[in-house]
């Protein structure tokens, strides 16, 4: 069966080459149960192969030929191997989150083969505490954040006695032994329900908007104002072009602290989370002799409303739009720059907010295309970045969940670098706790794992001015 692959899918398909990856991943940690034996992860890792009722996702092969027009299409993957996609690995003495994390690191470096389904997964043992992890990773053509957190939350249980549980790949029980319904070859005007007429009709209002939309985001942009679009984005050590060698880090921290940051300022989670970074950008970077005189801007992606963008699910797809968020990493005081990242983003979101969800995706697509294009077109540095590094918030879990009787300790994700932005800074929430992903180009972002120390006390920093 051969299904044409989306815009937004094809476009990752496209921008992919040995240096740039398009894959995003995570890593899972986990506590064994307590009468867990000596071949405790071994048997994890049998029982996750001898899985063979896939869910069709995780069966989907690119292609692209003449037979299709030159176009990217999704098939199926007739000679599937599941040793291939599924695999088990031992860490190095002495087993620390150090050996954890360089192994992720050569993982994440490495493509996806494109003449297989676009996903892999790697079962880890060896660590000196005794918990186990997985490394997984799946092409961005497949799946965005949103969509790889549903995939893996419809998997886990908060029941720890729980066992018997289908790997993420699996067939979902719900859906097993259900047929799929025969789709019609003949198709009448009077066999349409009115709700076709009217989606019909809302895509064509939404597409007579559209240059309104992009007049607007263009004279926001234009004015310094926060919107898909940015003009002022200054030029630093990690908008270069990048090499394939990935470096991960990650750290989590009480969400609690975050929160009580935000209660004492007027501000949201998040916005504590991108006034953390910004604090450890500004440090990072004039230790290296390389702060800009202006704020660096971030890409901040915003999930559409799962209603009204329904490929945003564990049928996988990409349903994300963008907005450019100044991080005031040019203010010296902790509090200033937690203010100036509130007033962008809320800026930003009345901006989004005045749209629909196809007018988002297209202004954001504009306000992207300065960074995909000129890897495409081979030039990279002649134009000014649009913005200078990527963070996301991807939310999870509230609560411990299981898989198999196995506790789910912690949860870092590793995202896509690209040409022009050699570090991406993606954060995950889960059972109370933030968990920051750093995944940056092994040559172009010196000494990574110290932006972790930064974090850690900007986030210091900011309750001192919180007066926490």
């Not at 069709?56 to 191997?81: M, N």
């Not at 993606?426 to 750093?438: E, N, Q, W």
């Amino acid at each position: 069966m051969v299904t044409p692959m989306d815009p937004t899918s094809a476009a990752f398909m496209l921008a992919e080459n040995r240096n740039q990856p398009m894959h995003v991943g995570g890593l899972q940690l986990f506590r064994r149960p307590d009468d867990a034996g000596r071949t405790f992860v071994r048997d994890f890792y049998q029982d996750m192969i001898q899985e063979r009722e896939l869910s069709p996702l995780f069966l989907k092969r690119p292609q692209r030929s003449l037979a299709t027009a030159g176009q990217w299409v999704w098939t199926e993957d007739t000679q599937f191997d599941i040793e291939h996609h599924v695999r088990h690995s031992g860490l190095p003495k002495p087993g620390r989150v150090r050996e954890l994390l360089e192994l992720c690191s050569r993982l994440h470096g490495t493509r996806l083969a494109p003449e297989r389904p676009l996903w892999e997964a790697t079962v880890i043992e060896g660590l000196r505490d005794g918990r186990m992890a997985m490394y997984t990773k799946m092409h961005h053509a497949l799946v965005d954040g949103v969509s790889s957190m549903r995939l893996l939350q419809s998997v886990l249980s908060t029941d720890p006695d729980r066992r018997e549980m289908p790997p993420p790949w699996a067939v979902q029980p719900a859906a097993r032994g259900v047929a799929p319904e025969p789709a019609s070859t003949d198709h009448h005007l009077a066999d349409l329900p009115a709700s076709a007429f009217r989606q019909a009709l809302g895509i064509t209002a939404d597409a007579a908007g559209i240059a309104g939309a992009l007049a607007r985001t263009v004279s926001r942009g234009v004015r310094n104002e926060t919107s898909a679009l940015s003009f002022y984005a200054p030029r630093t050590i990690l908008n270069t072009n990048i090499t394939g060698s990935r470096r991960f880090a990650a750290q989590d921290w009480p969400i609690e602290r975050l929160r009580g940051v935000g209660k004492a300022t007027g501000t949201t989670i998040n916005d504590v989370v991108l006034a953390m970074v910004s604090g450890a950008m500004r440090t990072y970077l004039t230790e290296l002799g390389a702060l800009p005189d202006t704020g660096l801007v971030a890409m901040v992606p915003v999930g559409l409303n799962a209603k009204q963008a329904q490929n945003a699910s564990v049928d996988g797809g990409n349903a994300v739009g963008a907005v450019m968020v100044k991080l005031g990493t040019d203010l010296a005081d902790p509090a200033d720059r937690l203010r100036a990242v509130h007033r962008s983003m809320t800026d930003g979101k009345e901006a989004l907010g005045t749209m629909t969800p196809l007018q988002i995706l297209a202004m954001s697509a504009i306000g992207l295309a300065p960074a995909v294009l000129p890897p495409l077109l081979r030039m990279s540095g002649f134009t000014r970045p649009p913005f200078n590094l990527i963070i996301s918030n991807v939310p999870g879990p509230r609560v411990p969940h299981y898989y198999n009787g196995a506790e789910l300790v912690g949860m870092y994700p590793l995202s896509i670098p690209i040409h022009g932005m050699a570090l991406n800074i993606t954060c995950t929430s889960y059972a109370g706790r933030m968990g920051f992903g750093l995944t940056g180009c092994r040559r172009t972002v010196p000494r990574l794992q110290l932006l972790l120390a930064h974090l850690d006390h900007e986030l210091s920093a900011l309750e001192c001015a919180a007066g926490l």
